[in-house]
């Protein structure tokens, strides 16, 4: 018989009914250990997929936009699934009528799956293209095809609902010169719970509205 019952029933009046037993879902729930205990339920799948997975470049503006106005500064993603094999990644700004001189207005450093800033001018040509140069060994590069920026002087709408990653997983490359060895590793999840960060193959890996990731590498051999 357990002892503590037989304390508690001791202690009742004659004629005095015990209390009704309190159900453990009734005690409040501390939300760190709610969700520690939820985290057994994230749905991870590792695939190795060797080379058959092509190689992915692209370059974007988180949120996608084309138009900004002087001094408002220009955000990029620099987006690739082979970032073991670059050693220098940057953005090439070019006035659009001169893209093909290749004399570019400005050079902007980025990590690859990382963003930078440049500021839009408030002289010069009104329309300008960026591209994505990756840089291996050797000074081979990869790069990708011309996207537009514009200047305006009125205000702009900006799109409210950014997109995760734009860019991510698809491909703009316009020539590709660095060699590739080795396989590519995607690492799938699910069920994350909120307010968790993603780390996989060594980078921060953005979580979709539904909670769930995607991130495949082209990794070297070893």
């Not at 939820?38 to 470049?57: C, M, S, T, Y």
């Amino acid at each position: 018989m357990d002892e503590s019952a037989v304390a508690g029933d001791a202690d009742l009046a004659p004629g005095e009914a015990a209390p009704p037993l309190r159900q453990a879902q009734e005690r409040p729930v501390d939300p760190q250990r709610q969700t520690d205990v939820g985290l057994p339920a994230v749905d991870i799948q590792v695939k190795f997929d060797g080379l058959e997975v092509e190689p992915q470049l692209n370059v974007s503006t988180p949120p996608v936009e084309r138009t900004y106005r002087a001094g408002e500064p220009v955000t990029f993603l620099a987006t690739s699934n082979y970032p073991a094999s670059v050693d220098k990644a940057e953005i090439r700004i070019f006035e659009a009528d001169a893209v093909d001189a290749g004399r570019p207005v400005a050079v902007v450093p980025v990590a690859i799956n990382g963003t930078a800033d440049w500021p839009m001018p408030a002289a010069g040509n009104d329309d300008f293209a960026y591209v994505l140069r990756v840089c291996g060994r050797g000074g081979r590069y990869d790069e990708t095809v011309p996207l537009p920026l514009h200047r305006s002087e009125r205000a702009l709408e900006r799109h409210r609902d950014e997109a995760v990653a734009p860019g991510r997983g698809e491909d703009r490359t316009a020539f590709r010169n660095i060699p590739l060895k080795g396989g590519a590793v995607t690492v799938y999840g699910r069920d994350v719970p909120p307010g968790y960060r993603v780390e996989a193959l060594g980078e921060t890996v953005p979580v979709d509205p539904e909670q769930a990731f995607v991130v495949q590498r082209i990794l070297p051999p070893g």
